[in-house]
């Protein structure tokens, strides 16, 4: 019954939807229960549940006040997070994605993608390496976190988890205080980088607001009202181009996501 479950699930998600995030099932848990949270796939908050499926996943772990723990849970879980966790205190649950690849087909859908995740000189630098307009491969691998506090009176923050590619948020932005996500790629701050922050509000109204790092790779979030939030930035590195018609791009998603209660 599982592999039915298992595979109705990868005939229903789509080769490449857009954002990949976290989804935590409340803004904060209680001492002694444990964590819960959704991974979704698709765009501007609305998407497919993906259940717990360790062959799509190299990194699924929950850190918080006692460490590291990896998230092991039952073959089409849905929701894929449900994790013990002991005593209160900030967990920052990672996701690293296996892997995949997309073939572009059609040049206009390439263009829409660098358009919508504001990588401006994508195309001048797709024609610059004398690539095709369309029949090429991108693989994209994907690194999210989410920020699950548990109790009361939590003073820890976000942190770097070690991802190729990351959005640190900093302070305790749960409590919708002011926030500042700083965008790494390898280590290093990212300046003039796009990151498209995503708000649904209690009543489910979702707005977009695209934010550009500055020279130190910080940008300040414009809003602290109640609700659901996404941060999430796509970084493109360019792969040698192969004799067997490999990819010749890799995007790496990064995303960051909590849940702030009604005051």
Do not use: C
């Amino acid at each position: 019954m599982i592999r039915w479950v298992v595979a109705a699930w990868l005939l229903a998600v789509p080769a490449a939807g857009h954002e990949f995030w976290i989804e935590p099932t409340a803004a904060r848990f209680e001492p002694g229960e444990a964590i819960t949270a959704r991974l979704r796939v698709g765009q501007e908050l609305s998407g497919n549940n993906l259940p717990y499926l360790p062959s799509t996943f190299e990194r699924f772990e929950v850190i918080g006040p006692n460490g590291v723990e990896t998230v092991e849970g039952r073959l089409g879980d849905i929701p894929a997070l449900y994790h013990e966790v002991n005593g209160a205190g900030l967990y920052i649950v990672v996701h690293e994605a296996s892997a995949q690849t997309i073939t572009y087909n059609d040049p206009a859908r390439f263009a829409r993608f660098a358009e919508y995740e504001g990588l401006d000189d994508l195309l001048e630098a797709h024609a610059a390496r004398g690539l095709p307009p369309s029949g090429f491969q991108e693989e994209y691998v994907r690194h999210a976190k989410a920020l699950l506090p548990v109790g009361d009176g939590i003073v820890s923050s976000d942190r770097r988890v070690g991802l190729r590619t990351e959005i640190v948020a900093s302070g305790q932005p749960w409590t919708v205080e002011p926030t500042t996500l700083t965008l790494f790629d390898q280590g290093s701050p990212l300046a003039d980088a796009r990151i498209n922050l995503f708000h649904r509000d209690p009543s489910g109204i979702v707005t977009l607001h695209p934010l550009t790092t500055n020279a130190n790779g910080k940008a300040d979030i414009p809003l602290n009202t109640p609700g659901l939030y996404l941060a999430n930035a796509v970084i493109m590195e360019s792969l040698p181009v192969a004799p067997d018609d490999g990819p010749v791009w890799r995007s790496h998603w990064a995303s960051v996501t909590w849940l702030s209660p009604p005051k």
